[in-house]
Nanobody
Framework: VQLQESGGDSVQAGGSLLLSCTYSEYAGSGFCMGWFRQSPGNEREGVAG????????YYRDSVKGRFTISQDSAKNTLFLQMNGLKPEDTAVYYCAAIVGGTWPCATLPNRDYRDMDYWGKGTQVIVSS
């Protein structure tokens, strides 16, 4: 599975961005995809996940109510709508996927990034105060 993110930009605090991730193939009936982020000096952390079969979504506590993950299977695209952006949201955002994983997709936002199999190259988000 090949992943390619887009949509990163520089915005003021309180602003919004829509990140997109196109993926090369749709791997069967359902798999777990999500967004991770990494800021300088910090570990890559999970932000939001979605199980493509059920469209159930999962979020890190710090982004609940502000970020929305969604997927358009007809266009092989994953989205992350980010509203109410804060300076602490500044990071490189990565799209990731795992096919046939043995853990619940609901745990993605709190998992080690090494549990994911496929990665995009990332897109930079900068939020200024």
């Amino acid at each position: 599975v090949q992943l390619q993110e887009s949509g990163g930009d520089s915005v003021q605090a309180g602003g919004s961005l829509l990140l997109s991730c196109t993926y090369s193939e749709y791997a069967g009936s359902g798999f777990c995809m999500g967004w991770f982020r990494q800021s300088p000096g910090n570990e890559r952390e999970g932000v939001a996940g979605i199980y493509t079969g059920s469209q159930k979504t999962y979020y890190r506590d710090s982004v609940k109510g502000r970020f929305t993950i969604s997927q358009d299977s007809a266009k092989n695209t994953l989205f992350l709508q980010m509203n109410g952006l804060k300076p602490e949201d500044t990071a490189v955002y990565y799209c990731a996927a795992i096919v046939g994983g043995t853990w619940p997709c609901a745990t993605l936002p709190n998992r080690d990034y090494r549990d994911m199999d496929y990665w995009g190259k990332g897109t930079q988000v900068i939020v200024s105060s």
